[in-house]
């Protein structure tokens, strides 16, 4: 006798809509063409970095290359997020949504298999890209060095960073459900307005700006942001990523999935 849907446990139901999951972002184009971009700008600027290094009057000797990963991972961020953005906004602009729950009819499953699934693909992505990065920077300056105590602390705040930055977005994609919408939205809070409201010279501006998710990004990778600190940073990032997420579900839970 087969067991029916309500007698099905909701860690096995989670287990295998993560497994489907899984295998839905890896059997589309889309996410082959985001990890593409992120690697080029990655192991790009980590080797440009590198031949910039050993072109240098007198070539660093055992300085760590990992310093370069911070830097390519402020634009290679984007990328990430947009395919952990587009991994929730797809099913919305095609329908499939609707058979979506009908194969996982509780709701709350799909969303937490959903956001774990794309957080942890981009997150560990980046991670991986970060080493990448250092790697193809000590290809082109055979001088720098690549000790693993610095590289734990750095690879540790790109994942962090990462994973803040995935999960707002696609906290933005159950929110909006609208894939315009969402990627406009989250590049405004992770890069146009921390740069733009500043120079504006307005105090509140400023202030808005620093509780930013993209100004705790830019902070905990390039550091020297002003008003910011590494506590307000983290705040902000789990802060803004933690709302939306929340946000996101409640309209899953409450609302129609195909409006």
Not at 27 to 56: K, N
Request: with cysteine.
């Amino acid at each position: 006798m087969r067991p029916s849907a309500a007698d099905v446990s909701g860690g096995r139901v989670f287990v295998r809509t993560c497994a489907a999951e899984w295998t839905r972002l890896w059997t589309v184009r889309t996410t082959w063409g985001f990890l593409a971009a992120a690697a080029v700008v990655m192991v790009g600027i980590g080797t440009i970095a590198g031949f910039e290094a050993a072109a240098e009057p007198v070539p660093p000797q055992g300085e760590p290359a990992w310093a370069v990963v911070p830097f390519a991972a402020m634009p290679a961020q984007f990328a990430l997020l947009s395919l952990a953005l587009l991994a929730v906004t797809a099913d919305y602009a095609t329908g499939g949504i609707v058979p979506a729950l009908q194969w996982t009819p509780r709701r709350g499953v799909l969303f937490l298999a959903r956001t774990v699934v794309a957080v942890g693909l981009a997150t560990g992505l980046g991670v991986l890209l970060g080493c990448g990065s250092a790697l193809a920077a000590l290809a082109a300056a055979p001088g720098l060095g690549l000790p693993w105590d610095v590289g734990l602390d750095v690879l540790g705040t790109v994942a962090f960073v990462f994973a803040a930055g995935t999960a707002l977005a696609v906290g933005l994609g159950f929110l909006l459900r609208n894939t315009a919408g969402a990627l406009v939205t989250g590049f405004l809070l992770m890069l146009l307005l921390p740069v733009l409201l500043p120079q504006f010279g307005y105090e509140w501006m400023s202030s808005f700006a620093s509780v930013l998710p993209g100004s705790g990004a830019a902070f905990l990778l390039l550091g020297e942001v002003p008003r910011m600190t590494e506590a307000s940073s983290v705040t902000a990032l789990l802060a803004w990523a933690g709302g939306a997420l929340l946000l996101g579900w409640v309209r899953l839970i409450r609302n129609d999935a195909n409006r």
